[in-house]
T-cell receptor
Framework: TQLLEQSPQFLSIQEGENLTVYCNSSSVFSSLQWYRQEPGEGPVLLVTVVTGGEVKKLKRLTFQFGDARKDSSLHITAAQPGDTGLYLCAGVIQGAQKLVFGQGTRLTINP | EAGVAQSPRYKIIEKRQSVAFWCNPISGHATLYWYQQILGQGPKLLIQ????????DSQLPKDRFSAERLKGVDSTLKIQPAKLEDSAVYLCASSLFSSRSYEQYFGPGTRLTVT
């Protein structure tokens, strides 16, 4: 059983389109992170959110933490081929001391 | 600042053989993690070290996997004997002890193929 469910698992869209990736759980998280992983490389941290309802922007990427701190979303505006990769959400369950990862969303942006 | 170093990058072995992976974390990072990432899945934590002590090894298959972190810096992960289902990417990550969010910095990984 996955503690963090990501959807969709696969997404292929055209350059210039917008998209949203979701990360959901029944558990409350004290913090949640988003990583991007490219083929042959380790995941790279994009952002950390810690407050319910928090919104953070990183250029064309917008990250939101749910009010109840059980879910998060990643929205990409005007996607570019360079956005292609595996997007992973990871969270620290409240009271625990480790990070748990979702299964990832594999995103392909076609030119 | 140098990142997390791992070696080798690729390894192919036959089942029942042994293999070892090496990791050098970012300087000053007290916490070190080993993850297993099977193709198409997110990373699964195998073991977490705080300095040279084990914090969590609940998902480490201890009958065949072992890990050590001597002197609280470098770490090695060993598999003996390997099984076909051990084929995966083994990722090492490190983080600052003071990070309550456990933000992690990953190495490039070692891709293991067991035939």
């Amino acid at each position: 059983t996955q503690l963090l469910e990501q959807s969709p698992q696969f997404l292929s869209i055209q350059e210039g389109e917008n998209l949203t990736v979701y990360c959901n759980s029944s558990s409350v998280f004290s913090s949640l992170q988003w990583y991007r992983q490219e083929p042959g490389e380790g995941p790279v941290l994009l952002v950390t959110v810690v407050t319910g309802g928090e919104v953070k922007k990183l250029k064309r990427l917008t990250f939101q933490f749910g009010d109840a701190r059980k879910d998060s979303s990643l929205h990409i505006t005007a996607a570019q081929p360079g956005d292609t990769g595996l997007y992973l959400c990871a969270g620290v369950i409240q009271g625990a001391q480790k990070l748990v990862f979702g299964q990832g969303t594999r995103l392909t942006i076609n030119p | 600042e140098a990142g997390v170093a791992q070696s080798p990058r690729y390894k192919i072995i036959e089942k029942r053989q042994s293999v070892a992976f090496w990791c050098n974390p970012i300087s000053g990072h007290a916490t070190l993690y080993w993850y297993q990432q099977i193709l198409g899945q997110g990373p699964k934590l195998l073991i977490q070290f705080q300095n040279n002590g084990v914090v969590d090894d609940s998902q480490l298959p201890k009958d065949r996997f072992s890990a050590e972190r001597l002197k609280g810096v470098d770490s090695t992960l060993k598999i003996q004997p390997a099984k076909l289902e051990d084929s995966a990417v083994y990722l090492c990550a490190s983080s600052l002890f003071s990070s309550r969010s456990y933000e992690q910095y990953f190495g490039p990984g070692t891709r293991l193929t067991v035939t």
